[in-house]
T-cell receptor, first 115, second 110 residues
Framework: NAGVTQTPKFQVLKTGQSMTLQCAQDMNHEYMSWYRQDPGMGLRLIHYSVGAGITDQGEVPNGYNVSRSTTEDFPLRLLSAAPSQTSVYFC??????????????FGPGTRLTVT | GQNIDQPTEMTATEGAIVQINCTYQTSGFNGLFWYQQHAGEAPTFLSYNVLDGLEEKGRFSSFLSRSKGYSYLLLKELQMKDSASYLCAVMEEGNNRLAFGKGNQVVVIP
């Protein structure tokens, strides 16, 4: 198993540009989520999905869109990039959304800089 | 919502024991996770507690007291590779989300 994969690893965008961060998992996990990690802020949940066709907002959803058309893929779209979105983005998946099954498996991260 | 508090940094000597604390406030508790994150890498799972008491897994142990809103991670026989950030994350009842603390940076010195 490849686990959770993310592309790209690094990205530089100009303010106002849009892009999609890709995330895929091959563990047949139902639950997938996107976090951003900023210095001194910890991991903050952007959006999550409890299964194909179902998504919901996390703590910091503004400026981001998600969709979940398959169990495997959960792309994150930045609609119009802003410098405040400079961050490290982690995608994660878990077997379920309760109890021990909620153990998150994280992808390697995408380091995004918006100038 | 949750309020999760962790101290920010500690230094310890190779071979020693270090305890990393996490306090939380939540309206309904449904489990607590500890993750390890090396610099520039993704977090990896260490432990899960949902009942009061100590869970031991090799050199790492995690303790939970639900009445006190308190957990700690105990790292024994510290090794240089244990230098990392340790993240506490709380799952709130009825909520499909994990709330992470800011992490505690442990630096192991020879």
């Amino acid at each position: 198993n490849a686990g959770v994969t993310q592309t790209p690893k690094f990205q530089v965008l100009k303010t106002g540009q849009s892009m999609t961060l890709q995330c895929a998992q091959d563990m047949n996990h139902e639950y997938m989520s996107w976090y951003r990690q900023d210095p001194g802020m910890g991991l903050r949940l952007i959006h999550y999905s409890v299964g194909a066709g179902i998504t919901d907002q996390g703590e910091v959803p503004n400026g981001y869109n998600v969709s979940r058309s398959t169990t495997e893929d959960f792309p994150l779209r930045l609609l119009s990039a802003a410098p405040s979105q400079t961050s490290v983005y982690f995608c994660a998946s878990s077997y379920s959304w309760s109890g021990r099954g909620y153990e998150q498996y994280f992808g390697p991260g995408t380091r995004l800089t918006v100038t | 919502g949750q309020n999760i508090d962790q101290p920010t940094e500690m230094t310890a000597t190779e071979g020693a024991i270090v305890q990393i604390n996490c306090t939380y406030q939540t309206s309904g508790f449904n489990g607590l996770f500890w993750y390890q994150q090396h610099a520039g890498e993704a977090p990896t799972f260490l432990s899960y507690n949902v009942l009061d008491g100590l869970e031991e897994k090799g050199r790492f142990s995690s303790f939970l007291s639900r009445s006190k809103g308190y957990s700690y991670l105990l790292l024994k026989e510290l090794q240089m590779k244990d230098s990392a950030s340790y993240l506490c994350a709380v799952m709130e009842e009825g909520n499909n989300r994990l709330a992470f603390g800011k992490g505690n940076q442990v630096v192991v010195i020879p």
